[in-house]
């Protein structure tokens, strides 16, 4: 176990920000979180972090994988900017970092996102992992599932996909496995790609449309400029920016300006302590 103090950062709210759908409520303010084969467990108690992890893991993995190099403390002069909404949507997810994600597992991730709830995502994305994954043991003797790779996925059958309660998206991520194990889209170059061109070429992906893309742009790739619009964002757009939304003024960081706004509209009647 280690100890951290980190500005902006709340673990509760990057776990409800719908931008991972691996990381669960493990006990009073701590979670669990399995990402890229990995397992750790996080507590906060007021300004200390805590992580079930040795420091050389912390630093070889989780501090990139949550971002922790970036200032988000630069970003909160939003919170005292002269658009009211976005000010208030700063401030209340304050404690909200863009994860550096597995790209195959976004990609899964956000075609199962279509049409669905985060509660249903999460049921689903633990099924595949319980049939289709690896199991490990973390170091807290605690059992969990590792996310399929590509070759897992490319083995099952649409109908065992179907058994998963994926529903029409069972051929996405049927097509999508064989076409990617195919090398049709090399994953690999895709890490390498600008936000536009990785964008054209996720899109080329069956069951991949423009908000997918984004997503899996955004929460794996890194690109803050991706500004994913789901309903959340669609209806905040109509309600307080109904001439459509200056993504261009945030250029470099429309992504985590959006974080704040879905997190906002999602989350906003309730009022969570940020440290």
């Not at 990617?180 to 992906?205: N, P």
């Not at 003024?249 to 009022?271: C, H, M, P, S, W």
Request: charged share 30%; proline share 3%.
């Amino acid at each position: 176990m280690i100890k951290k103090e980190i500005p902006n950062f709340s673990i509760k709210q990057i776990s409800e920000s719908g931008q991972c759908f691996r990381q669960n409520p493990a006990g009073e303010n701590r979670y669990s979180v399995i990402a890229c084969g990995r397992y750790v467990e996080i507590e906060q108690k007021g300004k200390e972090t805590f992580f079930s992890c040795t420091e050389e893991e912390y630093e070889e993995f989780w501090h990139t994988y949550f971002d922790l190099g970036r200032d988000y403390g630069i970003y909160m002069v939003l919170a005292e900017g002269e658009d009211d909404y976005l000010s208030r949507a700063a401030r209340f997810g304050s404690g909200i970092r863009i994860l550096n994600q597995d790209l195959w597992e976004m990609i899964i991730s956000f075609i199962i996102s279509q049409q669905n709830n985060i509660k249903r995502i999460k049921r689903n994305i633990e099924e595949l992992c319980r049939l289709f994954g690896e199991k490990k043991c973390s170091r807290e003797g605690i059992w969990y599932d590792t996310f399929p790779d590509v070759h897992a996925l490319a083995k099952v059958s649409e109908e065992e996909l179907r058994g998963c309660n994926l529903g029409y998206r069972s051929r996405y991520i049927y097509e999508t496995a064989r076409f990617v194990e195919r090398g049709e889209v090399d994953l690999e170059a895709v890490k390498g790609m600008e936000y536009a061109e990785a964008k054209k070429e996720l899109l080329k992906l069956c069951g991949v449309g423009e908000k997918v893309a984004d997503c899996i742009c955004l929460f794996a790739l890194h690109h803050l400029d991706a500004f994913p619009v789901d309903t959340h964002i669609r209806q905040v757009m109509d309600n307080y920016y109904p001439k459509g939304f200056p993504v261009k003024k945030y250029a470099g960081y429309a992504g985590i300006v959006q974080q704040y706004i879905f997190y906002y509209d999602l989350k906003g009647t309730e009022r969570p302590s940020i440290s």
